[in-house]
């Protein structure tokens, strides 16, 4: 079965660095797009970043553009989130997901598998 699991997340003070991971099992990793969303308490999930099947092309969101960075290792099935100078904005429930597509993908609906998520608490 298709599973997804993120994690990496915590407590952090603002200006601190952290590093999420999502391991894949299930599909056949190197054909999927991947991407990373958040949601807050009490609003939408909002993209975040996303990554080729290749990892050649990358995008992100405006909000994190500069601060995060999305990388993907195919041969152990892992995606990553780097995340540097975090904000308390940043605050919310980090979910992976995976899309079978050639192509970036941004919209939740277009993605086929999502992780449970992992929380990441940004205090100032």
């Known amino acids: 079965q298709v599973q997804l699991v993120e994690s990496g997340g915590g407590v952090v003070q603002a200006g601190d660095s952290l590093r999420l991971s999502c391991t894949a099992s299930g599909l056949t990793f190197g054909d999927y797009a991947l991407g990373w969303f958040r949601q807050a308490p009490a609003k939408e999930r909002h993209f975040v970043a996303a990554?080729?099947?290749?990892?050649?092309?990358?995008h992100y969101s405006e909000s994190v553009e500069g601060r995060f960075s999305i990388s993907r290792d195919n041969a152990n099935n892992t995606l990553f989130l780097q995340i540097n100078n975090l904000k308390p904005e940043d605050t919310g429930r980090y979910y992976c997901a995976a899309a079978f597509s050639w192509e970036l993908r941004v919209v939740s609906d277009e993605y086929d598998y999502w992780g449970q998520g992992t929380q990441v608490t940004v205090s100032s």
């Open positions: 990554i080729t099947f290749s990892g050649a092309k990358t």
